[in-house]
């Protein structure tokens, strides 16, 4: 069964901070890989998503995550962060082809300081 | 987007009562509706998924009997917690997987058992 860890637990940024959150998963075959946001009192949202293709995909409010296939790895980045990116941030697995289900990380809280 | 309901959004309940979450695909069908339950600090675990006109998939671990899954119609799911105890005390959340397999998040149901 795959598995996604997020090793960063809870980030502390200030604002026009650079912003690199990881994430790794364990799986050997082809899988789609997400991006989910949950902003204070909101629900989870799709920040971004990778199925085929370059393996840089962008997603809404300026984030990106870079898929590495041979580190089994999509980070997801952003070059200057707002206040208002203040959210959890998880991770998410789907073996590709099958099931629909899907593997979430522990996520990671991300706190930017004005 | 896709919009994804989710009702009551929190309830209070006496231990050894049932209670009922309803989760609704609200502008799209869906066959398929995933139940998670999110603890504090924690990532979603996923319950078990709810099939359209047939019985659920429940994960490893997670008792059938006692968290009931009903899947009526294309656009409705229901959660029923039997028996609750103060365990059971937890954020219960409903999603429905869109076109491109990404999933469309409920606001969550809040569960306090007393």
């Known amino acids: 069964a795959q598995s996604v860890s997020q090793h960063n637990h809870h980030v502390i940024l200030s604002e026009a901070a650079s912003l690199e959150l990881g994430c790794n998963y364990s799986?050997?075959?082809?899988?789609?890989l997400f991006w989910y946001v949950q902003y204070p009192g909101q629900h989870l949202q799709l920040l971004l998503k990778?199925?085929?293709?370059?393996?840089l995909v962008k997603g809404i409010k300026g984030f990106e995550a870079e898929f590495i296939k041979s580190k089994f790895s999509f980070n997801l980045r952003k070059p200057s962060v707002q206040w208002s990116d203040t959210a959890e941030y998880f991770c998410?697995?789907?073996?590709?082809?099958?099931?629909?289900?899907?593997?979430f990380g522990t996520g990671t809280k991300l706190q930017v300081i004005p | 987007g896709a919009v994804v309901s989710q009702h009551p959004s929190r309830v209070i309940c006496k231990s050894g009562t049932s209670v009922k979450i309803e989760c609704r695909s609200l502008?799209?069908?869906?066959?398929?509706m995933f139940w998670y339950r999110q603890f504090p600090k924690q990532s979603l675990m996923l319950m078990a998924t709810?099939?359209?006109?047939?019985?659920?998939?429940?994960e490893q671990g997670v008792e059938k009997d006692k968290f009931l899954i009903n899947h009526a119609s294309l656009t409705l799911s229901t959660l029923t917690v039997t028996s609750a105890h103060p365990e059971d005390s937890s954020f219960y959340i409903c999603?429905?997987?869109?076109?491109?397999?990404?999933?469309?998040f409920g606001p969550g149901t809040r569960l306090t058992v007393t």
């Open positions: 709810s099939n359209e006109g047939s019985k659920a998939t429940y």
């Open positions: 998410a697995v789907r073996v590709s082809g099958g099931y629909q289900k899907v593997t």
């Open positions: 799986y050997g075959g082809t899988v789609n």
């Open positions: 502008d799209f069908q869906a066959t398929t």
């Open positions: 990778y199925f085929s293709g370059d393996p």
């Open positions: 999603s429905a997987p869109g076109p491109a397999y990404e999933q469309y």
